[in-house]
């Protein structure tokens, strides 16, 4: 494929219109209010049973996340280096999609009492999404110089929160009027939502497909191959111990990746517990939170452009800290509105910038881009696992969500210094 190419760029900015309504509709939106309300109706109460374990519903939930995210931690790796070795990331890329969007629509099924399917669904949609983004992500650096791709990775989240936008209006207009559309209530519209995120991930995610093109290398995949993944993954950490940039930029991106997408994830529950939010409240919640990522992602992708990478990531993470500290003292939903107003646009500018940054500071010479974003992807997949197990560990110890927050800022601080020792200045300007 030729860099640069306007109708190939497209398409792949079009894969984050496709699958971003999962990640913020779905898991910030609407399933974890759903899920919290139907086991406890189910239940009648918080604790409930999860194959013969008594669990509180949240902490099952929070330990869930972090299960499927270690679940692509373990194939990751192995699956990359396959897709380098024979040259089929886009066929990996639809395989994880086709599981998600599938276990997505599923989700209509689950109604609190079967908790246990609820949860496997949501583990599986789970891995479909973060394992498609693996493969995703590696066409980055094949189909853009470096110059453009602070600015394209910024339009594919753009791209996906704006998508996401639709959507979420869509399901706000089902759950503020379920019986003109022939629901017998907001449950019933709910779970059609869950069809509606699946079809729209689905159908979408065709046109990257058409577009993004594998480059086989016609090698035969045996039995040996699965084990050229963890070869791949150990040819990048070589190679990182060479580059002592990019080895710090990743270590601060694991430390601030616990915080960001923590607290993304678990947020719905958060609002609902301590402050009192239901779905339809959320989903406005959510709204301002796609509507700011979009003006976050550029501007910070503007800031990178005017001050460098590490200043625009290092301005966004002096923001996150002030928000989870902020997050523990939340009294009242027009407080959290003005937070989450807050979150949305440090949300589009860290998550563009990030990935943006590491693919600058991968070798342009070299040809295997899905392992090293296996790597950047393993990197904040093992962040997620433990920051959301610490959440769910510390709710559990202390009873309270709003410690589990001010934790976060930890998280933040410690990559915040790691960042300003990363010296990715002088090594961004000779990517």
Known sequence: MEKNDKRIINAWTSYDWSNSVYNL?????????????????????????????????????????????????????????????????????????????????????????????????????????????????????????????????????????????????????????????????????????????????????????????????????????????????????????SRQVMKRYLFSFFFYSMGVQTVMLLAPLFAEAEIGMGADEMILVVLILQILAVAGAYLFAFISKWKGNGFAISISLIIWIIICISGYFLKDKMSFYSLAAMLGFVMGGIQSISRSTYSKLIPIETKDTASYFSFYDITEKLAIVIGTFSYGLIEQATGSMRNSMVFMATFFIIGYIIIQYAGLKKELHTA
């Open 25 to 241: 509709i779905v898991t910030t939106a609407i399933f974890p209010i759903y899920y919290s309300a139907a086991t406890k109706e189910a239940f009648g109460g918080d604790l409930i049973s999860f194959f013969g374990i008594s669990i509180k519903n949240t902490v099952l939930y929070t330990y869930a996340i972090s299960f499927s995210f270690l679940m692509i931690v373990i194939l990751s790796p192995i699956l990359s280096g396959v897709a380098d070795y024979a040259g089929i990331k886009k066929r990996f890329m639809k395989f994880f999609t086709y599981l998600g969007s599938l276990a997505c629509m599923s989700l209509f099924f689950f109604n609190g009492a079967n908790v246990e399917f609820g949860i496997i669904c949501a583990i599986l949609a789970s891995i479909g999404y973060a394992g498609s983004l693996v493969f995703y992500n590696g066409f980055l650096p094949e189909i853009a110089t470096p110059d453009r791709m602070d600015r394209i990775s910024a339009k594919g989240f753009a791209m996906g929160y704006i998508g996401s936008v639709i959507l979420l209006i869509l399901n706000l207009i089902l759950l503020l009027e379920p019986e003109m559309f022939g629901f017998s209530g907001k449950g019933d519209a709910t779970k059609f939502g869950f069809i509606l995120v699946g079809v729209w991930w689905l159908g979408f995610s065709q046109i990257a497909f058409y577009f993004l093109k594998d480059q086989p290398t016609g090698k035969t995949i045996t039995k040996k191959v699965f084990g050229n993944g963890l070869r791949e993954l150990k040819k990048v950490f070589v190679a990182l111990n």
